[in-house]
Nanobody, 124 residues
Framework: QVQLQESGPGLVKPSQTLSLTCTVSGGSITTNYYYWSWIRQPPGKGLEWMGAIAYSGSTYYSPSLKSRTSISRDTSKNQFTLQLSSVTPEDTAVYYC????????????????WGQGTQVTVSS
């Protein structure tokens, strides 16, 4: 059973870069055909897919966030990381890491495994 756990600061100042790490256990992030995504949910709003990194290391981003988002991985630690630059209070959300088999999807309902989520607040 794949398990995911998000970690990172809960408070980020405006204009700074938000950085979160997802640690994966019970499976390898390099296992063929698995895709590893970041998804967020602002208060009172729906889930928003942000981007993904594939088992191969290829990355995919939401067009609306592409200019500010970077996803990378550390295969030695079985982790993948989200960086979101130039944050504003509108980036306040619960951030989730999630995975699915055979392709990424911008539909959060199609993900098989989820972390518990971590609250990030953007405020001075």
């Amino acid at each position: 059973q794949v398990q995911l756990q998000e970690s990172g600061p809960g408070l980020v100042k405006p204009s700074q870069t938000l950085s979160l790490t997802c640690t994966v256990s019970g499976g390898s992030i390099t296992t063929n055909y698995y895709y590893w995504s970041w998804i967020r949910q602002p208060p009172g709003k729906g889930l928003e897919w942000m981007g993904a990194i594939a088992y191969s290391g290829s990355t995919y981003y939401s067009p609306s966030l592409k200019s500010r988002t970077s996803i990378s991985r550390d295969t030695s630690k079985n982790q993948f990381t989200l960086q979101l630059s130039s944050v504003t209070p509108e980036d306040t959300a619960v951030y989730y890491c999630a995975s699915r088999y055979e392709g990424y999807s911008d539909s959060p309902s199609e993900y098989d495994y989820w972390g518990q989520g971590t609250q990030v607040t953007v405020s001075s």
